[in-house]
């Protein structure tokens, strides 16, 4: 009985290394794309369009709406220490260091992962990858890699309008509804955020979300099984690792940043 367990402990481990090599193979083949991908921008360009103007509404309103609350949790939080003045220059730190990268690479796993996992299985359900294949037509580089490389195009111009959005929600409910000092509102942020530490970290971090998210739901439709339950299995897949994948990246890289 014993014997059997360890054969199926085996099994499961050089299934799991031969998923990663081929993870690895793929992703080494998208970064090979990035001249022969950019000399046919158009589908790039189409592809931008698709990923990044349908996912804006729920960027913006969740960026707007979470300033909403940083603005109000915010200045209660700096009203004790006689700060509500830096309301702003909290607001925009924490939107363009850390929520704004991150709560954005979320919503776009969830929206844009999800449609591009669905979208490449059922073309392998529909046995499309199959004829592309057949007629000496590469899949990767025709299919793959203008949607890999639109999803690292899309993710940090997606993370500035969710930034934008958020310090937005934060004047309304600081300057509008509770009275803070426009003034002062703008100053500090003008004189708190560095734009080479701040907003460039953040651009990094966005930056490192798109090729980790992009990748991980090309991959998940390319590896789907032919089936309905496939692609369904392999889009449920791509949120959960998506979203785990961004987390423990956000770790890594703010460890980096500060420790640089």
Not at 18 to 43: K, V, Y
Not at 143 to 170: C, D, K, Q
Request: proline share 3%.
């Amino acid at each position: 009985m014993s014997w059997y367990k360890a054969a199926d402990v085996g099994f499961a481990a050089r299934r799991q290394l031969a998923d990663l090599g081929q993870g690895a193979r793929l992703f080494l083949r998208l970064l090979a794309t990035f001249g022969p991908a950019f000399r046919r921008f158009g589908l790039i360009r189409d592809q931008i369009h698709f990923l990044g103007n349908y996912s804006l509404a729920i960027i913006a309103v969740s960026g707007l709406f979470v300033g909403f609350v940083f603005g109000l949790q915010g200045y209660y939080t700096l009203q004790r220490y006689g700060s509500s003045e830096a309301l702003g220059l909290l607001v925009t730190l924490s939107l363009v260091r850390e929520l704004g990268p991150v709560v954005t690479a979320l919503l776009f796993a969830g929206r844009a992962g999800t449609s591009l996992t669905a979208e490449i299985g059922l073309m392998k359900a529909g046995e499309q990858i199959s004829v592309m294949e057949m007629m000496a037509v590469d899949p990767v580089q025709r299919v793959l890699a203008p949607r890999f490389w639109a999803g690292i195009i899309t993710m940090p111009l997606l993370a500035a309008v969710f930034s934008a959005m958020g310090i937005i929600g934060g004047w309304v409910v600081g300057v509008l509804m509770i009275g803070v000092d426009a003034g002062s509102f703008w100053s500090q942020i003008q004189g708190g955020v560095d734009v080479w530490q701040d907003v460039g970290n953040g651009v990094v971090k966005s930056i490192v979300f798109g090729f980790a998210v992009t990748f991980i739901a090309l991959l998940q439709g390319f590896e789907a099984q032919p089936t309905p339950e496939g692609v369904a299995s392999a889009t449920t897949r791509t949120v959960v690792m998506a979203s785990l994948t961004v987390l423990g990246l956000d770790f890594i890289l703010t460890a980096m940043m500060f420790t640089i």
